[in-house]
């Protein structure tokens, strides 16, 4: 059974421009969430989408911002990059919506802002 | 707004030992809690998921127990093995699908062969 797999696994960008990560979770899982990692603020959660539909999201800026496809997979797209958005951000899958439910967790997509 | 502090940040310790790791947490309203381990540059490992109305979960060496009426929630590992080398996070789940998973900042552990 495949696991959650990100995509890219390390991307390097210089301020001001935007990314796309995807997400394509476990067969059947309908749930996605997004969480940024850093070593100051540690995990936190960015949003989380349910059968195409954003069920909710964490306390970030409008530069960031998801979808997700009929398919379950998913994209977070982070606009006008600043140096701070460098971060490990994480996807999640599972069944049901993810506060109930065991998650299962990517490798992560280490973004760097230059 | 839901707070998780993981005690102690760092534990070093020589193979064999069994451990506590500790984790507390604000709201008692809390749903779930879970326990993952971290390896260095990877994703999270899911290890227990304990629900709001159980005291704890057990998977061989692991055990976790949750007390809810304290805000606290221990880790156990017995007979520790250097491949238990990790960072170990806790997490409280909301429930209601609110907000997502509050994680702590994670203990980070050695285990000395």
């Known amino acids: 059974k495949a696991g959650v797999t990100q995509t890219p696994r390390y991307l390097i960008k210089t301020r001001g421009q935007q990314v796309t990560l995807s997400c394509s979770p476990i067969s059947g899982h309908r749930s996605v969430s997004w969480y940024q990692q850093t070593p100051g603020q540690g995990l936190q959660f960015l949003f989380e989408?349910?059968?195409?539909?954003?069920?909710n999201k964490g306390n970030f800026p409008g530069r960031f911002s998801g979808r997700q496809f009929s398919n379950s997979r998913s994209e977070m797209n982070v606009s006008t990059l600043e140096l701070g958005d460098s971060a490990l951000y994480l996807c999640?899958?599972?069944?049901?919506?993810?506060?109930?439910?065991?998650?299962?967790f990517g490798a992560g997509s280490r973004l760097t802002v230059l | 707004k839901q707070e998780v502090t993981q005690i102690p940040a760092a534990l070093s310790v020589p193979e064999g030992e069994n451990l506590v790791l500790n984790c507390s947490f604000t709201d008692s309203a809390i749903y779930n809690l879970q326990w993952f381990r971290q390896d260095p540059g990877k994703g999270l490992t899911s290890l227990l998921l304990i629900q709001s109305s159980q005291r704890e979960q057990t998977s061989g060496r692991l055990n976790a127990s949750l007390d809810k009426s304290s805000g606290r929630s221990t880790l156990y590992i017995a007979a520790s093995q250097p491949g238990d080398s990790a960072t170990y996070l806790c997490?409280?789940?909301?429930?209601?699908?609110?907000?997502?998973?509050?994680f702590g900042k994670g203990t980070h552990l050695i285990i000395q062969p």
């Open positions: 989408y349910f059968s195409e539909t954003q069920r």
């Open positions: 997490a409280g789940g909301p429930g209601g699908g609110a907000d997502g998973l509050t």
């Open positions: 999640a899958s599972s069944s049901q919506y993810s506060g109930a439910n065991v998650l299962t």
